[in-house]
Structures are given as structure tokens and as C-alpha cells.
């Protein structure tokens, strides 16, 4: 959910069919009318309690980008984090990864154009832990998804944006729309929104396994 710095450029994906353009864009590979309006997809992938489980075990195994906040790759989650790319080496977010890659396409984008995971991470949010706001560009898509959130979870909550220095920021602390998460509940949106998670209130954790997602070939 939480993108560092990256290391590398990439170009836009342009699109107007409308106009006979041989460019394409995000909206033709998709259900124009479903996109235009919902800020984010909401989905319950009916995992089991063991597999959600496993998944926690991995997560809290990792902390390699806890506390990373500075330097020329950071993250914006001030909280435990894992690495980038679990889904490369770890069988249970492989699998996961896949699961969400079919409900992009299948259920949302409604197109069989192949979609990929291309990082996938796991956080846990234990009290006073929150994530900057922040988006996810270069990447067309991103996601989170809650294997376990307690009653009192902080919400994750979508920006509109305003442009300062010529650059696009959220326009913080307001926001435009709020998501508290649930158990198993996995949440699809546009790389490009700004979205941010306040402070915990509660000692309970909140787990989360967040990701971006573009097609498969770009």
C-alpha cells in the first residue's frame, strides 16, 4: 500500500479509442463506466483462518523496511514492514498474488488482458502506527488486503489531489472517502489516488498485505 522511492522511469500507457488514436489508456482496458465512478473495489476473498494465519507468521518473520522512513528508497508506513517483493519467494503470496491479479481482471476490469503483481509487502500496524499519504505511480493499480483488523482499525482513507510547485500532493488531512478495514476484505484502486491510514488507536494489530499491480508486459 506504501510506495518508496523508485529507481526507475516509467513511461505513461496514453489511450483514446474514442478518437480513433492508436494510443491506448487505462479506460480501454476496462468498464469505462464502472471505473469513472468508484474511487475503489471492494471484495472478501474467503480465505480460511489457517491461511490468513500463515499469512501473519510470514509477515511478522520480516521487518527489513521497518523504521525505513529516510534516504533514497523509503517507505511512507511507520510501522513493521517486510520487503518488497514476498510474492517471488514466498508460496502463500504467490498464490494470493494471483488471486488478486484474477479479480482485476475478471471483476473489475471485466477484460481478459493480463495484469501483474509486480510488489507485494506485509505490514503489521500496532498502536500510534499510521502511513503518510502517498500514492503508488508508476504503477496502474494497487491494493491492500487484511488478513486480520480488529474492530477499531484505523481506516484507509483516499485523497483529491491539489498541485503545489508544480507537483501533484494530497490535499491532507482531509480526505474524500474512508474504507475500515475487516477480516479478509481486499480493497482495489488506482495507483495514481493518494491515500494515507491515521494513527492506531487500539493495541490490537492491524495486518495488511499491500501491493501494485500493472499489465503484464509493461
Not at 479506460?27 to 480465505?47: D, G, H, M, Q, T
Not at 491532507?172 to 488507536?201: I, R
Request: glycine share 2%; proline share 4%; hydrophobic share 35%.
Amino acid at each position: 500500500m506504501f510506495l518508496r522511492k523508485t529507481h526507475f522511469v516509467m513511461e505513461a500507457v496514453v489511450v483514446d479509442l474514442e478518437k480513433n488514436s492508436n494510443k491506448l489508456t487505462l479506460k480501454s482496458f476496462s468498464n469505462i463506466e464502472n471505473l469513472e465512478k468508484k474511487i475503489y473495489y471492494k471484495f472478501y476473498l474467503n480465505l480460511s483462518l489457517e491461511e490468513r494465519k500463515r499469512l501473519l507468521q510470514i509477515i511478522k518473520k520480516d521487518n527489513s523496511w521497518s523504521d525505513k522512513q529516510e534516504g533514497l528508497y523509503f517507505t511512507n508506513i511507520h510501522a513493521h514492514h517486510t520487503k518488497w517483493h514476498l510474492h517471488d519467494e514466498v508460496y502463500e503470496f504467490k498464490k494470493l498474488a494471483k488471486t488478486i491479479e484474477n479479480k482485476l481482471m475478471y471483476s473489475v476490469l471485466k477484460v481478459p488482458i493480463k495484469h501483474e503483481v509486480k510488489e507485494c509487502w506485509g505490514s503489521i500496524y500496532g498502536k500510534d502506527d499510521y502511513a503518510k499519504p502517498h500514492h503508488h505511480r508508476p504503477y496502474l493499480w494497487a491494493f491492500t488486503y487484511y488478513p486480520f483488523a480488529p474492530v477499531g482499525s484505523s481506516p484507509l482513507r483516499f485523497h483529491d489531489t491539489a498541485v503545489q510547485n508544480g507537483k501533484s500532493v494530497a490535499r491532507y488531512p482531509d480526505y474524500v472517502d474512508e474504507v475500515f478495514p475487516s477480516d479478509d476484505l481486499l480493497l482495489l484502486f488506482s495507483a495514481n489516488t493518494h491515500h494515507s491510514v491515521p494513527k492506531s488507536l487500539i493495541d490490537e494489530k492491524r495486518v495488511v498485505i499491500a501491493g501494485n499491480i500493472t499489465i503484464e508486459h509493461i
